[in-house]
């Protein structure tokens, strides 16, 4: 089992677990599948993800999921939005002046385009007035049910 501190070593892939997404993947340590569900990024390393044991660098519920299971150990645990990417948040979409947005260099205003606010939080553009901007502050994910097909291949104490 691996405990608080240890360093878990997992092979993951997640998927949405609800509404009319279910089933898409939306990450993996996987090449393969990353290229048959259409998110494989070429500037990225499909390999093993390392994580430490309860510091919070992945989402609460696989976390927990790697609590429980010894090395060798492949589940699927189903994880509720209050322990993968927070429930959905309305006040975490702003509305900003679109003369504000386009005055900065990096931003063309378009929806579904990304930007940075101030307090460094991302968020992307849902909609576009002719005098206002919509920003959605939410993960993407926020509000939905995920399931990670988890496979722990070692854990080890650091130190």
Same mark, same amino acid.
Do not use: C
């Given at each position: 089992?691996?405990?608080?501190? %240890? ?16 089933? !898409? ?6 090449? %393969? ?38 090395? @060798? ?10 322990? !993968? ?17 386009? %005055? ?54 650091? @130190?």
């Amino acid at each position: 089992m691996a405990s608080k501190g %240890d360093i878990a070593v997992v092979h993951f892939t997640g998927r949405i677990a609800g509404g009319e997404d279910a089933g !898409a993947v939306f990450d993996t340590t996987d090449v %393969d599948v990353a290229m048959e569900s259409s998110i494989y990024h070429g500037h990225r390393d499909y390999k093993p993800l390392e994580f430490r044991v309860g510091d919070r660098n992945v989402v609460p519920g696989l976390d927990d999921a790697v609590r429980e299971m010894a090395v @060798g150990d492949e589940r699927t645990v189903t994880v509720a939005p209050e322990r !993968a990417f927070g429930e959905r948040d309305e006040e975490k979409v702003v509305e900003f002046p679109r003369a504000d947005l386009e %005055d900065r260099s990096d931003v063309t205003a378009q929806t579904g385009e990304l930007v940075r606010a101030e307090t460094g939080e991302t968020g992307w553009i849902v909609a576009v007035g002719d005098e206002s901007v919509t920003v959605d502050f939410n993960h993407e994910l926020a509000g939905l049910p995920v399931e990670f097909d988890v496979k722990l291949l070692n854990r080890y104490e650091d @130190g």
